[in-house]
């Protein structure tokens, strides 16, 4: 009976040595593994030099290296933005988005679930329905894949989004684990500060965050500020109400100082009421914050749409005068390639190109 080989991505530093030393080898050879696969990013074992051909080979024998097969690269004429579509080894498929922002950053906007459990009603991988979890590699080899391109191109990443497909907060242990190597100083060491991760508000899971003293930013897909509402489309406000993500937030910048971005979706004559913009305001003024206001687009399958621009601008200036929130405004329609970063993946009508 074969035994199955180990994928080396899934394991941390610690785990490496671990690895190394359970097969014979020297332990100081764990840390150096760990550097040609979270530093180098070395896609074969043959590739590490320093580490003896005998031990290379049986190291070969005993565990592989995963990649991730690219099925589709997408690039925007309008921003640039870039999506990518890979292949996992079990068939199912993920996205990954490359944010390029004028200042010369990079930001991956990357996925944690195939599909999502959580089904928001605006969001297009939430009606798709939830498959699995993705384990550490598929996490990190999203960075790794994208970081190798853009190395090549005399570019590197600036920060990380957990905001593709997926609700993070519902796979914590690979997520948390992934933080871990990505930012570990003999990895490719990107900062916790440079990692936001999006959630509609699992409160247990920010509880945790918390606890295990996990320095990242967050970013709440809000959407509306008034329960009944919030309820309708994000199902899982009736689980986490908006009392109770109040309060693990109040601790969670308690603790941590961090300012907390809010995702707002502007649906039309949904949430962008007087009333609407005032329930807000109450919500997020206890909060050093920031208001991300985002006109929705068109989901296939509900009524959802865009309100007027007169009616945003009506929204955007009763927050900033009357309310003194703290705004920005996604004012674009929208980039030309399918599919989108954040909670906001809603399908953007398909250009005709013929």
């Not at 043959?46 to 589709?72: C, G, H, Q, V």
């Not at 519902?170 to 440079?194: F, H, M, W």
């Not at 919030?230 to 908006?242: E, F, S």
């Not at 919500?283 to 050093?288: A, L, N």
Request: glycine share 4%.
């Amino acid at each position: 009976m074969m035994t199955e080989k180990i994928n080396l991505l899934n394991l941390n530093e610690k785990e490496l040595g671990e690895l190394v030393v359970s097969l014979g080898m020297k332990k100081f050879y764990g840390k150096q593994i760990f550097n040609w696969l979270h530093q180098k990013i070395a896609r074969d074992i043959n590739d590490m030099t320093n580490i003896s051909l005998k031990d290379r080979e049986l190291l070969s024998e005993k565990a592989y290296i995963p990649f991730l097969n690219l099925l589709k690269h997408q690039i925007s004429k309008i921003d640039k933005t870039e999506k990518f579509l890979f292949q996992l080894e079990d068939g199912n498929t993920i996205e990954t988005v490359l944010l390029r922002h004028k200042d010369k950053r990079n930001t991956l906007c990357i996925s944690s679930q195939v599909g999502c459990p959580v089904k928001c009603l605006f969001c297009a991988t939430g009606q798709g329905g939830f498959v699995r979890n993705l384990n550490v590699s598929e996490i990190i080899n999203q960075v790794y894949t994208v970081e190798r391109r853009l190395v090549k191109q005399g570019t590197n990443l600036s920060n990380i989004v957990f905001m593709g497909m997926g609700e993070p907060l519902l796979n914590l242990s690979n997520v948390s684990k992934a933080l871990e190597i990505l930012s570990n100083d003999n990895g490719v060491n990107i900062s916790k500060r440079k990692i936001t991760i999006s959630t509609c508000g699992i409160v247990p899971s920010i509880e945790k965050i918390l606890l295990e003293k996990m320095p990242v930013e967050l970013a709440v897909s809000l959407h509306s500020a008034i329960n009944d509402k919030r309820d309708q489309i994000i199902p899982i406000n009736k689980k986490y109400p908006l009392e109770d993500l109040h309060s693990v937030l109040q601790e969670y910048q308690r603790q941590t100082k961090r300012r907390i971005t809010f995702e707002y979706i502007l649906i039309n004559n949904f949430n962008v009421s007087e009333n609407d913009a005032n329930a807000l305001a109450d919500f997020v003024h206890d909060f050093d914050h920031v208001v991300n206001l985002i006109p929705c687009n068109p989901v296939e399958g509900t009524e959802l749409t865009r309100p007027a621009d007169k009616k945003i601008e009506r929204f955007v200036n009763f927050l900033e005068n009357v309310r003194k929130v703290n705004v920005t405004v996604r004012r674009e329609k929208g980039t030309d390639i399918d599919g989108a970063c954040g909670q906001l993946r809603q399908k953007t009508p398909r250009k005709n190109t013929k």
